[in-house]
């Protein structure tokens, strides 16, 4: 029902940045929780960052915080992060997901295809 379209990855030296995107389809978003994973060869999946989107509130892994951002495009109904000060530990395929509202309290989740993260040391 819910498809979710990532963009931005690429190859960024130590210190750079990268935003990366996601774009969600449907028409309204106002139960979903939207949020990014990662994961690295050879590791778990990981949480990065999460956002609800009727609040905008956001929540963190402690890995990244004070480095990442995570944001919403109501409009777009696009979800963005915002990647500074990137370290070669955050190489990973990262990967958006949507935590959706499914029937009598049960939730539903969503994930996109991935897109590719490289920080060069």
């Known amino acids: 029902q819910v498809q979710l379209v990532e963009s931005g990855g690429g190859l960024v030296q130590t210190g750079g940045s990268l935003r990366l995107s996601c774009a969600a389809s449907g028409r309204t978003f106002s139960g979903y929780v939207m949020g990014w994973f990662r994961q690295a060869p050879g590791k778990e999946r990981e949480f990065v960052a999460a956002?609800?989107?009727?609040?905008?509130?956001?929540d963190y892994a402690d890995s990244v915080k004070g480095r990442f951002t995570i944001s919403r495009d109501n409009a777009k109904t696009t979800v963005y992060l915002q990647m500074n000060s990137l370290k070669p530990e955050d190489t990973a395929v990262y990967f958006c997901n949507a935590d959706a509202p499914g029937r009598y309290g049960t939730r539903r989740n969503y994930w996109g295809q991935g897109t590719q993260v490289t920080v060069s040391s």
């Open positions: 956002i609800r989107w009727s609040t905008g509130s956001t």
